[in-house]
């Protein structure tokens, strides 16, 4: 399955997707990856070049999202761009 979405996430990008698209709240992909403690998908991001100071609606970043989840390992990566 983790392989599955970062083709999916390569299929989506190579089409012109953007890698730091964010939600109506201001939630990007990299904020999603990092909560949900997909260190797969926020390396793939990162590397990609998604931002990881983007700041939500309510003034989180990616790092304090996963911080807040209890997602080690997505803070971790993260950690290494603060």
Request: aromatic share 2%; glycine share 10%; no cysteine.
């Amino acid at each position: 399955m983790t392989q599955g979405l970062v083709e999916i996430a390569e299929l989506l990008v190579g089409a012109g997707a953007a890698a730091d698209a964010a939600s109506a709240d201001g939630r990007t992909p990299l904020m999603v990856a990092a909560a949900f403690d997909r260190a797969d998908m926020v390396a793939w991001l990162l590397a990609r070049g998604a931002s990881p100071e983007a700041h939500d609606a309510g003034g989180m970043r990616a790092i304090d999202i996963a911080r807040a989840m209890g997602a080690q390992r997505a803070v971790t990566l993260l950690g290494a761009t603060d």
